[in-house]
């Protein structure tokens, strides 16, 4: 008899099972089987491998069981061999697979009932969410890190680097991509690549305009009901004194040239600060800056509250309570310098607030402070000639009168000075561009 014929009836007499079979080393072999098609599946229970080492222990009642725990992790390593996990899965599984063997370990010597329904070692649970946030948390960054070092491959070899696209992100690109297609096809082509700076302000005109739009219809309505109850609630103050005029000005004009004014300022102040602020996204593209961002949005909110004025004063001559206007061009011109002093002043606080973050949060202060002393809702000529000069220092005060002396006939300011107001607006327009020159550091594209 040959010794393939004897092996041969060794296998029969084990399959008909003749002969005696090692308890032992089926569990070892069925643990180290076991946990070998478990480790790299995804979405796998701590309570799996709990399981595993638990079916394998009736074979070791009184032995010891440092074999099987070993063939456990013999099983671990060939995973990792067999499946090439990265060395982060690779260090994950083993912790996992190390933890759940010294947890249970630990419950057998303290002579806990292992076998019991639902059993799980305490702590255990914490354990692996713990293990599983640490392993996601290093996967993340070894993404981060890989795209990084392809954006910088890419950077050297002067190629395009390609984003892939996540899929809950390829349905938006996919509507996003005619749109960009027909951008590129009504590009107009430029001088040596650059775009020139005078044919971005229609396109960030109507950007603003649709800002304002997509703002909110409240918001659109507010730029009338605002002024309005301001300029009710000041005239009303005005009529009950028993004043129909002020200083030959119908008080119901008077208030409104004050008020409207005002708000336009104080919008302009305000708007063009925070497009100055947020400039940031645009400043990758070169023709654009911030301090052009500002006067766009404050030559838009001029625009605006030029047509806010202009409804305002027809609904109201045509129900008899205001009066037209007696120099239309030098009313604007005055309406137009006040609209460039506040544009000056919100660059000016926007570069304050490149380098001091809080401090807009005085800008309302300030204004308020301002509002005093801008004869918006009284002229100098009303109070006593000893006291004009506290309010006379404010250039806002000279504009708002020039302004009432352009509308109304009546009325001719002795004090406001029209060089005063020149020489101030140029004075503010010079400060703003020393402040954008100083703060333009302060701003990093995004």
Same mark, same amino acid.
């Given at each position: 008899?040959?010794?393939? %014929? ?15 079979? $090692?308890?032992? &080393? ?10 070998? #098609? ?52 690779? %260090? ?14 630990? $419950? ?65 690109? &996919? ?5 960009? $297609? ?20 229609? +396109? ?10 997509? $703002? ?10 605002? +002024?309005? !109850? ?15 005029? !002020? ?15 005002? !708000? ?35 030559? !838009? ?23 037209? +206007?007696?120099?239309?061009?030098? #009313? ?17 606080? &926007? ?89 333009? +550091? ?5």
């Amino acid at each position: 008899m040959t010794n393939q %014929d004897r092996i041969e009836g060794w296998r029969k007499k084990r399959q008909a099972g003749l002969m005696p079979t $090692d308890p032992q &080393a089926n569990a070892l072999s069925a643990a180290f089987t076991q946990i070998r #098609a478990l480790v790299g599946e995804p979405n796998r229970d701590i309570r799996t491998i709990v399981q595993i080492i638990l079916n394998g222990l009736p074979a070791f009642p009184n032995a010891d069981r440092r074999e099987l725990y070993q063939r456990v992790h013999d099983g671990t390593d060939a995973a990792i061999k067999e499946r090439g996990l990265s060395e982060i899965a690779a %260090d994950y599984w083993t912790r996992r697979v190390k933890g759940a063997v010294r947890m249970l370990e630990a $419950d057998l010597r303290k002579g806990v009932d292992v076998f019991a329904s639902g059993y799980l070692p305490n702590g255990l649970a914490e354990f692996d969410a713990k293990l599983e946030a640490g392993y996601r948390l290093r996967l993340r960054q070894m993404r981060v890190t890989r795209a990084r070092k392809e954006r910088r491959r890419a950077t050297r070899e002067d190629r395009a680097h390609v984003i892939p696209v996540l899929p809950d992100e390829a349905a938006d690109l &996919a509507r996003l991509r005619p749109l960009l $297609d027909y951008l590129h096809a009504v590009q107009r082509p430029t001088h040596h690549g650059t775009v020139p700076r005078f044919q971005t302000i229609g +396109p960030l005109f109507f950007l603003r305009l649709l800002l304002i739009q997509a $703002d909110s219809r409240i918001a659109l309505i507010w730029l009338f009901v605002g +002024p309005l !109850v301001i300029m009710v609630l000041w005239s009303s103050m005005y009529i009950l004194n028993g004043m129909r005029f !002020v200083l030959g000005m119908d008080t119901v004009t008077f208030t409104l040239t004050g008020v409207v004014v005002w !708000v336009m300022l104080r919008q302009i102040v305000f708007r063009s600060s925070e497009a100055y602020v947020s400039a940031r996204g645009w400043l990758n593209l070169e023709p654009i800056s911030p301090v052009l961002l500002s006067v766009m949005t404050g030559g !838009v909110y001029l625009l605006v509250y030029l047509f806010v004025l202009s409804a305002m004063i027809g609904f109201g001559r045509f129900l008899g309570v205001i009066s037209l +206007p007696d120099d239309v061009l030098g #009313a604007l011109s005055c309406i137009a310098g006040i609209a460039v002093i506040a544009v000056s002043m919100g660059i000016i606080f &926007a570069s304050i607030a490149s380098r001091w973050h809080y401090f807009m949060r005085f800008s309302s202060a300030i204004e308020r402070f301002l509002q005093v002393f801008s004869s918006v809702f009284f002229v100098s000529e009303q109070l006593p000639y000893e006291y004009r000069s506290y309010f006379l220092w404010c250039p806002l005060a000279h504009g708002f009168q020039l302004l009432r002396s352009a509308y109304f006939v009546a009325y001719k300011s002795q004090d406001a000075s029209p060089n005063y107001f020149l020489v101030s607006i140029t004075v503010f327009v010079i400060s703003a561009l020393v402040a954008d020159r100083l703060a333009r +550091p302060n701003l990093q594209p995004t």
